[in-house]
């Protein structure tokens, strides 16, 4: 049993996980981190979660690398460190993640929302990059990602000066998708994981797959990638279906084959 998680059972191919560390603003200690990478782990092999939607509490989505445990790491602990693998682990999940975040989202919050595939935000939320004022920089993805995610600019300026943004300018800048009041973010969270879980597997594991490429690799080699990953799709049981079920003008049926 984790023992800063909350893992609740699949519902509707939707499972939740939610960080726990209440005493710390859910700072991500290295054993919150291991726990959460084999959370992961353990959906990503069971068949009947489709989507995972993590959330931490109404005031931290997480405060970011718990700064306690830094402080006992020196240089070569920094090189050795433990979390490097676990942060791999979690960027490794092939199944939508969708995080819906409430509160502070800094710091490694901020990175590990970031690791999701889609963010939701409440109103209430701020995300940021304070390292600077620990005479540190973002160390795990927090420079390419929020570059990519929101621009030159927006993310210079939020990992050179540390300050925080709010949901509204979040989403202005492309960070998070939707904006919620606090109190129904994992709620629409859960939703849109209901909306993709009902969708054929095989198709949704691409798509983000391909996606995901298009940060990385040029335009022709991201359409070769997504034309290669399309052709796939062609010889799936589901794709059929999906077009028998378009012309009988009812709801498909898919099988993830
Ligand atoms: C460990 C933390 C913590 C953290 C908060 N706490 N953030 N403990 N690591 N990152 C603890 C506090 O020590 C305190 O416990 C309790 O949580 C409540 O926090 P308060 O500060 O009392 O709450 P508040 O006044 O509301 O301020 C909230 C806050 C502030 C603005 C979020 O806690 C804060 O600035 N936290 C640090 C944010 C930060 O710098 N994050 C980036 C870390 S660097 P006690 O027991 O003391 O009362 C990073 C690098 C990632 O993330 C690299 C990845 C490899």
Redesign the pocket.
């Known amino acids: 049993m984790p023992r800063t998680l909350n893992v609740l059972p699949p519902e509707k191919g939707v499972c939740l996980i939610t960080l726990q560390r209440p ?3 859910n ?2 200690s290295t054993e919150l981190l291991g726990e959460l990478a084999q959370a992961l782990e353990t959906a990503e092999r069971e068949p009947e979660v489709r989507v995972v939607v993590l959330t931490g509490s109404r ?2 989505f997480a ?8 402080a006992e790491r020196d240089l070569i602990g920094t090189l050795e ?1 433990p ?2 693998r676990h ?1 791999q682990r979690i960027a490794g999940f092939s199944k939508p993640l969708i995080a819906a975040v409430n509160g ?1 989202a ?4 901020c ?1 590990l929302a970031m690791h999701a595939d889609i963010l939701i935000a409440g109103r209430d939320a701020r995300f940021g ?3 600077i ?2 005479g ?1 920089i ?3 993805g ?1 420079t390419q990602r929020l570059l990519r995610a929101v621009g030159k600019s927006q993310a210079m300026q939020m990992v050179l000066t540390g300050e925080a943004i709010d949901a509204r300018q979040a989403q202005r800048v492309g960070l998070v998708s939707e904006i919620t009041q606090p109190e129904l973010t994992v709620e629409r969270a859960l939703e849109i994981g209901r909306l993709i879980a009902a969708k054929a597997p095989l198709a949704v594991r691409l798509a983000k797959e391909v996606l995901l490429k298009a940060q990385d690799v040029d335009l022709a080699s991201g359409l070769n990638i997504e034309r290669q990953a399309f052709v796939m799709l062609a010889g799936t049981a589901d794709r059929n279906e999906g077009l028998r079920a378009f012309q009988e003008k009812r709801p498909p049926r898919f099988v993830g084959r």
């Not at 405060?63 to 830094?70: I, N, T, V, W």
Request: hydrophobic content about 45%.
């Open positions: 005493e710390a603003l700072a991500l005031k931290a405060a970011g690398a718990d700064l306690k445990e830094m460190d979390r490097v942060w502070f800094l710091g490694g919050g990175e990059q304070p390292e004022d620990l540190i973002p160390g795990a927090g």
